[in-house]
Every structure is written in C-alpha cells, then in structure tokens.
Nanobody, 128 residues
Framework: QVQLVESGGASVQAGGSLRLSCAPS????????MAWFRQVPGKGREGVAS????????YGDSVKGRFTISRDGVNKTTLYLQMNNLKPEDSDMYYC?????????????????????WGHGTQVTVSS
C-alpha cells in the first residue's frame, strides 16, 4: 500500500502561479502512471493531467498550455503540477493519484481509469 501526500495548494489571484507536489510514502515502489485530478463539491471529478513513468503526458482541455506535469525523484515517484495563468475556475481541491501497473496508452485516458492510490487533496483557490 502506498500513501500519497499532496502539498502546495494556496490562495492566489487570477494570473498567478502555483506548484503542487505529490510525494509517496514509499520511494522504492514503481508507480507506472501518476495523475492529478480536481473536484468541486457537487460536481464530478475531472482529470487534469497524467504522466507515465516511461514518458508521455496528457492534459485536460481546460488546462492545456497553462499547466505542466512532471515527475522526479527516486523511481520518478514525486509528482508535480506547475500551474500558470491561474483562473478563478481553476479553484478546486486537487488530488494526486497513482497506479503501479497502468500501461502507457491508458495513462493518457485517466478519466476511464480507476486509480488504486489517492492522496487527501490540496486546496487551490483563485480569486478574481
């Protein structure tokens, strides 16, 4: 079992930037696919971005060109989300998720995947 811990959420003004981080409790564990989701109460979960350990990234349409996902650290298990040009509609709870075996093609379709490992979330609030 792997625990994921997100950090970096904050309150910022529109146009600002934030960098979210997600660290696992075990660094010697291979996490094939890692992803960021966001969810507003009363709405469904939205896939924000994903990245496979062998390379390849995918982004939701609403964040393309503004957000960048990356992986680093031991076994590339530390996940980041660089968020630029933030908008009020980006205000959400952001969650990190991981799957130890998800193949690369499916990692780009995270809305269709059931990730077994989740963090507790970090809040991002963007004011206009």
């Amino acid at each position: 079992q792997v625990q994921l811990v997100e950090s970096g959420g904050a309150s910022v003004q529109a146009g600002g930037s934030l960098r979210l981080s997600c660290a696992p409790s075990k660094y010697d564990y291979r996490l094939a696919c890692m992803a960021w989701f966001r969810q507003v109460p009363g709405k469904g979960r939205e896939g924000v971005a994903s990245m496979h350990v062998d390379g390849g990234t995918s982004y939701g349409d609403s964040v393309k060109g503004r957000f960048t996902i990356s992986r680093d650290g031991v076994n590339k298990t530390t996940l980041y989300l660089q968020m630029n040009n933030l908008k009020p509609e980006d205000s959400d709870m952001y969650y990190c998720a991981a799957d130890p075996t998800l193949a690369k093609p499916y990692c780009s379709e995270i809305s269709k995947s059931n990730f077994p490992y989740w963090g507790h979330g970090t809040q991002v609030t963007v004011s206009s």
